[in-house]
C-alpha cells in the first residue's frame, strides 16, 4: 500500500510562488506515477503535472505548461510542484496521486493512491 500526504499550500498574489510536497510512504521500491491534479469549486478535477518516480516520461497540462514544474528527491520520498508566475486561475485544492501502473498525462480515475489535498489560493 502507499500513503501520500501534501503540504506547502497557501497564499500567494498573482505573479508569486509556491512549491508542494508531497511525501510517499509505503512500497516506495515501486516505479510508481506521481502526478499532481487540482479541483476548483464546481469544476472537474484537472490533472496538472505528473512523471515517473524512476524518471522518463513528464507530462504538464498546457494551462501551466512554463510555469509549473515536477520534481522529486527519491532519497526523501518527496514529489514536488514548483508554482511559479502563478495567476487567480490556479486557484485550487491541489492532490497528489500514485498509481503502479498508469502513465503521465492519464486521467484521474487512474489512479489508485490519493493525498488529502492543501489548499491554493492566489489573489489579484
Known amino acids: 500500500q502507499v500513503q501520500l500526504m501534501e503540504s506547502g499550500g497557501g497564499s500567494v498574489q498573482a505573479g508569486g510562488s509556491l512549491r508542494l510536497s508531497c511525501v510517499v510512504s509505503?512500497?516506495?521500491?515501486?516505479?510508481?506515477?506521481m502526478a499532481w491534479f487540482r479541483q476548483a469549486p464546481g469544476k472537474e478535477r484537472e490533472g496538472v503535472a505528473a512523471t515517473y518516480r524512476r524518471g522518463g516520461s513528464t507530462y504538464y497540462a498546457n494551462s501551466v505548461a512554463g510555469r509549473f514544474t515536477i520534481s522529486q528527491d527519491n532519497a526523501k520520498n518527496t514529489v514536488y510542484l514548483q508554482m511559479n508566475s502563478l495567476e487567480p486561475e490556479d486557484t485550487a485544492m491541489y492532490y497528489c496521486a500514485a498509481d503502479p501502473t498508469t502513465h503521465p498525462g492519464d486521467r484521474d480515475y487512474a489512479y489508485a493512491y490519493w493525498g488529502q489535498g492543501t489548499q491554493v489560493t492566489v489573489s489579484s
Open positions: 509505503g512500497d516506495t521500491y515501486a516505479n510508481l506515477c
